[in-house]
């Protein structure tokens, strides 16, 4: 049951300007491994549905994606532009970003309700609708982490000062103290 938790697991307190890069890139992979998860659980649709992982997966999508959207819109790329000056494909490439964050929300919002619904024992109107609704949101969610970690944290590593790392480490410490439900223990991995 442990590794179902630690797609929850992270503490603000210990990002710092030295780690707020790393921060980002361990929340990706801890967003891989929520996809992990919901493929698992499309793959166990219509008999083997474990209620537990249905009850992490929804508590994850409800935390970690939202959360992270808004830690990158609100202060990543901003410190990318701003150290970018005017780079107009980079702006483009945000608003591309932002504009899949908006679609993936809006995906994790109808696979929260599912797996609400699932971890309660009740099944879904329709099971194939079920599995396509998951599959369609961990292949959407792995392309995007895919091409972020491609291309926007090298961008990240190479123009961001340290005064801009601690921008980012103190945002991600504000944003993740605003969204964690209370009573979650929260710890780096």
Same mark, same amino acid.
């Given at each position: ?57 929804? /508590?994850?999508?409800?935390? +970690?994606?939202?959360?992270? %959207?808004?830690? @990158?819109?609100?202060? #990543?790329?901003? =410190? *990318? ?15 591309? /970003?932002?504009?899949?964050? +908006?679609?993936?929300?809006? %995906?994790?919002? @109808?696979?929260?309700? #599912?797996?609400? =619904? *699932? ?28 091409? @972020?970690?491609?291309? #926007? ?37």
């Amino acid at each position: 049951m442990s590794y179902l938790e630690n797609i929850l697991r992270t503490d603000p307190a210990v990002v710092t300007a030295f780690s707020a890069l790393k921060f980002v890139a361990n929340d990706h992979m801890q967003h891989l491994r929520l996809c992990d998860l919901l493929e698992e659980i499309a793959d166990s649709l219509p008999d083997r549905i474990d209620k537990a992982q249905c009850f992490h997966a929804a /508590l994850a999508l409800q935390y +970690r994606v939202n959360t992270h %959207h808004q830690l @990158e819109e609100e202060v #990543l790329f901003p =410190r *990318l532009l701003a150290r970018a000056g005017d780079n107009h494909d980079l702006e483009r490439i945000f608003r591309r /970003l932002s504009d899949e964050h +908006r679609t993936d929300e809006g %995906h994790c919002d @109808e696979a929260i309700e #599912l797996l609400t =619904r *699932l971890s309660d024992g009740t099944p879904p109107f329709n099971m194939e609708a079920a599995g396509y609704l998951l599959r369609g949101l961990f292949e959407g969610l792995r392309r995007h982490i895919a091409f @972020e970690q491609d291309h #926007l944290l090298p961008i990240a590593r190479k123009v961001l000062k340290k005064e801009d790392l601690e921008v980012l480490a103190a945002g991600i410490r504000d944003v993740l103290r605003g969204h964690m439900p209370t009573g979650f223990h929260l710890q780096l991995q």
